[in-house]
């Protein structure tokens, strides 16, 4: 049974940071590209970032190229997102999920619950 697991969410203020993490069990971590999207309130699911197994690809959206980081450590089968500058637009329920890499929900098999990331003005 596959499980990807978020956390590290919270509630902060803006320009502050914080990292997510996403442990995975359940399957070859190693295989599959991850990602991170975020749903706000009222509005559908959107890409954040993703990596590829090997962690030479990534991708960024554009409201958060230069101010988040993805990253993956393939030997404790988790993925991070480490969040600088945040913003309240910012906000919103974070998940991961684990499949092909790219800006598409369609592309990933595995989502995990998600994490609420709160930021205040």
């Known amino acids: 049974q596959v499980q990807l697991v978020e956390s590290g969410g919270g509630l902060v203020q803006a320009g502050a940071s914080l990292r997510l993490s996403c442990a995975a069990s359940?399957?070859?971590?190693?295989?599959?590209?991850m990602g991170w999207f975020r749903q706000a309130p009222g509005k559908e699911r959107e890409f954040v970032a993703s990596i590829s197994w090997s962690t030479v690809t990534t991708y960024y959206a554009e409201t958060v190229k230069g101010r988040f980081t993805i990253s993956r450590d393939n030997a404790k089968r988790t993925v991070y997102l480490q969040m600088n500058s945040l913003k309240p637009e910012d906000t919103g329920v974070y998940y991961c999920a684990a499949g092909s890499i790219g800006d598409r929900p369609e592309n990933y098999d595995y989502w995990g619950q998600g994490t609420q990331v709160t930021v205040s003005s």
């Open positions: 359940g399957l070859t971590f190693s295989r599959y590209a």
